[in-house]
């Protein structure tokens, strides 16, 4: 990488700054008959005498002249200003290829950083480089060098220009020149070292936000906040010191610049106001050299500012690119080659006196050497931080040895592209991450190594992708299309999607993970449309299990959707919209304030009886809870009322007692009016709707469906008794229900019949799959940490790998998951390689091939009952378990 | 049933005789009313406590886990209330609790005990007064096993 800024922008945009040199080359003519042209409009054509004039062997009186003259001028103002805009154009593209080339370079780096290298930076300081610090850089280079050439071209063009005019006046308005480019370099150079000193500030102040953002429990459990907010400030303060200390130069530099600009005119008046009236110099060539210099303080004042502004780059891109080449980083062509064929990997693994010191001094390994044949199953155990993770990453080539050498089926590992060693090796860590996306995607990552099969682009799509990866090209990115298809079939043995699929599936019951993911997928949604035949499928279970709720024993247990009856399960919101709202039209917190669900509440006359029991439940709710300290967990779990409403409905209550319910304000009765929909009459037992009022709410359901809008349409999917709901969970669509109240243990026994019945008409495979489709958030948060490691696993199983190396994976699972887990992932890799490094020295026991480390040594190494002599390593660390 | 019927009921047992209605009408609202079958578990021995339930309809029987197999300790009947040691003491249930025929009950959640027990010092005299009952009765049983055992 280029640590100079003019280098890399040498290197990567030399024809296209030469080019742009050339166009500003060819404007200049222009400018400056464009200062010339005023002058003769005054001198000849206004104040000129011997009309009529010949040009161009005509001749033209006073006033065409002028309007000639006058019509040259426009056309050279249009010339100047299209000249102007697309070099400004020309520029911005060229900086923003540049930024794009950066930020690229950049973070390919970060991917060839040596991982022991994310010890010592932070995502904090790694963003803001590629993000913030970088914008600047780009904004600058499209302009770095035709800018500043122009803005000086401009410069000696309008000083020619005075020259010509008279060589005094020229002398004049440059005089001061001299003096203000021997002071400004000296100024700016305090500057830029600030500037240096702010940057590496501002990258720490962002390191602690990420701290802090990572260790929010910690803060919390010891009452820290007080010391960190205390800390933060501190470096706000020295941030504000910088600054400060910068505006006071930066702007002492401007206000001499300004003052000397500003003493110019005063020589230009005295001088050539002199020459004018002693008749030495035309008052036209005195107005022309007027213009010019208002036009020469522009440039000069560009300049000025361009070059405070090229410093100002030139630290940041030295300070930005000197985080990115740490030592020991990955050469390019082992992270990208592409070999013709990757061999599977036959032959031994050897280790020859192979050693691993941090930073030059702490020995975690030292002189390691083993041999076993990669096709082994082999243990590697030892106490805790004795080096035993370390080795389980150097096998897996994910650190390198700085002494001694690694070598895989005869090739030193670490001269391997990661084509071979990230393909026919599979690693999983004691902490596996998963990325935001789905559960699915994240398990597939395993098998996205380069794109197998181009995506099908129609007209617009392809040369809009033809001109993305022409772009692409052009700043040295990526050109492997995002949307292809990544997966590599061939390496999990299947031949399509549907294979893929199954032997998805098939790792998630290897990895223990399959039930987890099936109740993903039971509360996942699936679009009908996409996949009809499980849509019918779902509806064909929805049938079979009503059969079977309708059997004595868990006839209770479900009370069905009926388009004829009140649910006395659902709430009166449910019963009302007899549908699933789709985003907030329909929410249930706002169905009061609906226009329409009101209209239709008003048509059958059904507002002032809601409303009414609004007040019941209210008066209700202020009974039960008024005596309650706000913020009491039943607020959350029992309310209608949330603690900090109450003395609001108080209040209400109080008004309707004085005015009935009929005299209060609109949005009173809208409060009260939003309580009965989320009353669920079996739940919450208050009695406030009787029949008579539940055949008016099912004559407001009717109604709602009959007379709905075609735009409000989208925004709820109504039931239907044998039509797929798209916007309702797989589950859901099952049961065409709801829970019974009050019937014990009905949520886990209906479960357990859904199950049941899925497994009878052969879905549950695609419940799994739409359990494969929920998005696990960012880093895996919306998942438990035993199943982000089941992930990582199965992303490694998935890929049937030569040797699977397995870093105290399953540390974090119960130990019925661990024995199952161990016993899958031998019995998958039976002809395969394992290595296994082993937090528990018992569960080493059916491994062919047991190495302890110890001290950063292998100890002992042998068949488990060889290493397990009397007074062993071994030995004792079977003792302590 | 309705919540004013649950009250009503509530309120012929003794553990809440002295309890204000409205404050009744608060334990039912905020507790959760399960009906079990016959032979269904309400809770296993060994699991944590996390409630107590009042017996408002039908028996339960109190199982205890010994060598040849469950025994059956004690009954509950309409009125009585039972699992309120796990939560007291924090410890896990000491016995299983299983429905004899068609049992309904109100389930009692922890937090919703204890915030009763200390605003109500009667209920927890109450509730003082049935375990010293049941720590009587174990006696009178102990006695007599032991004496069994001594012939």
Excluded at chain 1, 338 to 350: M, S, T
Excluded at chain 1, 485 to 501: C, M
Excluded at chain 1, 611 to 618: K, N, P, S
Aim: aromatic letters at 10%; glycine letters at 8%; proline letters at 4%.
């Amino acid at each position: 990488m280029e640590t100079n800024l003019y280098r890399f922008i040498f290197k990567y945009s030399l024809k296209e700054q030469l080019f742009l040199l050339l166009v500003t080359g060819a404007s200049f003519p222009f400018l400056y008959y464009s200062y010339d042209l005023p002058k003769m409009i005054v001198n000849q054509a206004i104040n000129g005498k011997n009309f009529p004039k010949d040009l161009f062997g005509m001749p033209f009186d006073q006033i065409p002249y002028l309007f000639l003259l006058c019509g040259l001028f426009l056309i050279l103002v249009c010339v100047n200003g299209g000249f102007k805009f697309y070099i400004n154009i020309s520029q911005g593209r060229l900086g923003e290829r540049m930024l794009r080339r950066l930020r690229y370079e950049l973070y390919a780096r970060i991917l060839r950083f040596p991982l022991p290298q994310f010890k010592k930076v932070s995502q904090g300081e790694l963003i803001p480089m590629i993000t913030a610090e970088c914008e600047p850089i780009g904004g600058f280079i499209g302009e770095a060098i035709n800018g500043s050439v122009f803005q000086f071209g401009q410069l000696v063009t309008v000083i020619v220009f005075l020259f010509v005019q008279d060589w005094k006046l020229g002398l004049a308005a440059t005089a001061l020149y001299p003096f203000q480019g021997w002071i400004i370099p000296r100024l700016q150079k305090k500057v830029n070292q600030l500037n240096k000193e702010r940057v590496r500030t501002v990258r720490k102040l962002s390191e602690r936000i990420g701290e802090s953002v990572s260790g929010a429990t910690e803060i919390h459990a010891h009452n820290a906040a007080r010391h960190k907010l205390s800390e933060f400030s501190d470096r706000l303060a020295t941030i504000f010191d910088i600054r400060f200390d910068i505006y006071n130069r930066k702007f002492f530099v401007k206000f001499l610049n300004n003052f000397i600009s500003q003493l110019t005119p005063f020589f230009f008046f005295m001088i050539g106001g002199y020459l004018v009236i002693n008749g030495e110099m035309s008052s036209g060539a005195l107005i022309g050299a007027l213009i010019a210099y208002k036009d020469m303080s522009a440039p000069w004042k560009e300049l000025l500012t361009y070059y405070q502004q090229k410093e100002d780059v030139r630290i940041k891109y030295e300070q930005v690119v000197e985080q990115f080449v740490p030592a020991g980083a990955m050469a390019q062509d082992i992270q990208l080659a592409e070999p013709e064929i990757i061999p599977p990997l036959n032959g031994d693994l050897v280790a020859s006196n192979v050693g691993l010191t941090e930073d030059g001094k702490v020995a975690i390994l030292d002189g390691v050497s083993f041999s076993f044949p990669l096709d082994e199953h082999v243990a590697i155990v030892g106490p805790a931080g004795g080096g035993k993770d370390a080795l389980g990453m150097m096998i897996a080539r994910l650190i390198a040895p700085t002494a001694g050498q690694l070598s895989l089926a005869g090739q030193d590992s670490s001269q391997l592209p990661e084509a071979v060693t990230g393909r026919r090796l599979a690693y999983v860590g004691p902490a596996a991450y998963a990325f935001s996306a789905t559960l699915g995607e994240n398990i597939l990552l395993g098998l996205m190594h380069r794109p197998t099969k181009p995506a099908n682009y129609e007209d617009a799509a392809d040369r809009r992708w033809r001109k993305r990866r022409a772009e692409s090209d052009i700043t040295g990115n990526s050109t492997d299309d995002i949307a292809a298809d990544w997966i590599d079939y061939a390496a999990a043995a299947v031949k399509d999607r549907a294979e893929l699929t199954a032997r998805l599936i098939q790792a998630l019951h290897q990895v223990d993970l399959e039930e987890d993911v099936y109740q993903l997928g039971l509360r996942g949604t699936i679009n009908p449309e996409r996949r009809p035949e499980v849509a019918n499928r779902i509806l064909e279970a929805r049938t079979a299990l009503r059969d079977r709720l309708a059997e004595p024993a868990y006839k209770a247990l479900i009370e069905h959707f009926d388009e004829a009856a009140f649910n006395q399960n659902g709430t009166v919101a449910e019963n009302l919209l007899f549908g699933t709202p789709i985003g907030d039209v329909f929410d249930i917190e706002r169905l009061a304030d609906n226009a329409y669900v009101r209209a239709i509440l008003d048509k059958i006359g059904l507002t002032e009886d809601l409303i009414g029991v609004g007040r019941e439940i209210a008066r209700t709710m202020v009974e039960l809870f008024a005596d309650l300290p706000p913020g009491h967990a039943f607020f959350a779990q029992y309310n209608f009322i949330g603690s900090d409403d109450l003395p609001e409905f108080q209040a209400v209550l109080k008004r309707a007692e004085r005015a009935g319910i009929a005299g209060l304000m609109p949005e009173d009765r809208q409060r009260l009016l939003s309580l009965p929909f989320k009353l669920s009459l079996a739940r919450h037992r208050l009695g406030l709707i009787d029949a008579r009022m539940q055949v008016r709410l099912l004559e407001a359901r009717r109604a709602f469906a009959e007379n709905m809008p075609t735009e409000l349409r989208r925004h709820v999917a109504l039931f239907e008794r044998s039509g797929y709901n798209a916007a309702s969970t797989i589950q859901d669509n099952i049961l065409f229900g709801k829970l019974a109240y009050g019937q014990a243990q009905a949520a886990q026994r209906v479960g357990d019949l859904i199950a049941e019945t899925l497994r009878q008409v052969g879905l549950r495979d695609a419940v799994v799959e739409a359990g494969l489709d929920f998005q696990v958030g960012v880093a895996g948060a919306r998942l438990s940490a035993p199943q982000r490691q089941k992930i990582g696993i199965a992303r490694c199983l998935l890929r049937r790998p030569d040797v699977l190396i397995v870093n105290e994976a399953t540390a974090l699972l119960d130990s019925a998951a661990q024995v199952h887990i161990l016993d899958n992932l031998r019995q998958e890799q039976a002809d395969r390689g394992l290595v296994w490094v082993l937090h528990r020295a018992s569960q080493a026991r059916d491994f062919k091939r047991i190495l302890v480390v110890k001290g950063g040594r292998v100890v002992q190494q042998g068949t488990f009952d060889i290493v397990n002599s009397e007074g062993s390593t071994f030995a004792e660390l079977l003792a302590k378990e | 049933m309705s919540l004013n019927e649950e009250v009503e009921l509530l309120r012929a047992i003794p553990l809440f005789a002295k309890i204000e209605p409205a404050k009744l009408k608060l334990l039912a609202f905020t507790s959760e009313r399960l009906t079990y079958e016959a032979d269904q578990v309400l809770f296993n021995q060994g699991d944590m406590g996390d409630a107590a339930y009042i017996v408002m309809d039908g028996e339960a029987a109190v199982l205890i886990n010994a060598p040849q197999g469950r025994i059956e300790v004690a009954r509950f009947k309409r009125g009585d209330i039972v699992g309120e040691m796990a939560i007291l003491c924090d410890v896990p249930r000491t016995a299983t609790v299983q429905a004899v025929g068609n049992l309904t009950t109100l389930r009692v959640s922890k937090d919703l005990f204890f915030h009763l027990v200390t605003e109500f010092p009667q209920m927890a005299i109450e509730i003082m007064r049935e375990l010293a009952h049941r720590v009587e009765r174990m006696n009178i049983q102990l006695r007599e096993a032991v004496i069994k055992a001594r012939n």
